[in-house]
């Protein structure tokens, strides 16, 4: 199907706009800050939103931390926020995880993990990782419920998601209850047809992409920045993997959902047509089907922590 009407009336106001890679660094970090401050879902009042750090491998991490209305223990969603591992952090995401936060009535972790070029890969899978370890061992220090915890992210912060999900496995836990995979990073070993086919005019583009890679400098053999690469992917929590028509990124997160469904794990896989890369956490506001997905992510997480 075509690009979705509100999709393309954005990318036609953008499109003669700087890319990110043709900006200095914190030009490119206050850019899309205020794009998705602007063109993200609104953010809906929750009980507290608290900032606060967690001991990490290289000194405090940042997060921000939702706590909806009513009593806990209440279940736990670590959500990574994406950008390419160069831009974005939890103001980036502030609407959709708050909205996450009322709907399912979750504890929402929202980690400001560090990003490159300053710090290359893989510091912010290290950080990933311990945060989650952290919430794992002191969950009820945030009226959380140890026994149903998630990961999710988008982009790059999906990335994180599913590394993540297989650190925990392979390392002791903590037992996740499932994994949220917005339009994810999973292979940047090789490219894919839907690289050459949504690489121009769709947002984020291979220029945009190739800038993010140069940031983050990982090894594209090391699974922890291509966790496609990984052989065995049983075991997994169940997965709930977004993707979007005109993304670039579309094909690792479909190829990624079909190898989870083939290693038998439980696996939701939606393509939303239409539309772009960020439409979920980024653009919400201003294409088609970002609410939509955000209500979907709520009804797969709300269906994962009841069934628990």
Avoid at 241 to 248: L, M, Q, S
Wanted: with cysteine; aromatic share 8%.
């Amino acid at each position: 199907m075509p690009v979705d009407p509100k999709t393309q009336a954005f990318l036609t106001a953008t499109e003669n706009g700087r890319g990110l890679h043709e900006m200095p660094l914190d030009q490119a970090r206050t850019a899309f800050d205020k794009l998705s401050i602007r063109s993200g879902i609104a953010p809906v009042e929750v009980a507290d939103v608290v900032e606060r750090t967690i001991p990490g491998p290289a000194g405090d991490i940042a997060v921000r931390v939702y706590t909806p209305e009513g009593e806990g223990p209440f279940p736990v969603v670590i959500f990574f926020p994406g950008g390419g591992f160069v831009v974005g952090n939890p103001s980036t995401v502030h609407g959709p995880v708050s909205v996450l936060c009322k709907q399912i009535g979750a504890v929402v972790v929202s980690v400001d993990y560090r990003k490159g070029p300053e710090d290359p890969f893989p510091a912010a899978v290290d950080d990933a990782i311990a945060v989650t370890r952290w919430v794992g061992d002191h969950a009820a220090e945030l009226d959380g419920d140890a026994s149903r915890i998630a990961v999710a992210g988008d982009s790059a912060g999906g990335n994180l998601a599913t590394v993540v999900a297989i650190d925990a496995r392979d390392n002791g836990g903590p037992a996740l209850a499932a994994q949220v995979l917005i339009y994810p990073a999973t292979d940047i070993s090789k490219p894919y047809p839907s690289l050459h086919e949504n690489g121009r005019g769709f947002f984020i583009t291979v220029d945009v992409l190739r800038w993010f890679g140069e940031g983050y400098r990982a090894d594209p053999l090391d699974w922890r920045a291509s966790p496609m690469l990984v052989e065995d992917l049983s075991g997994l929590p169940p997965a709930f993997v977004v993707t979007a028509e005109f993304d670039p990124l579309r094909d690792q997160g479909e190829v990624y959902a079909h190898r989870l469904a083939d290693a038998g794990v439980g696996v939701q896989a939606r393509r939303y047509d239409g539309q772009i890369h960020g439409f979920v956490a980024n653009l919400a506001a201003v294409t088609g089907l970002g609410t939509t997905a955000i209500n979907d992510i709520g009804e797969f997480l709300d269906g994962v922590f009841t069934d628990d």
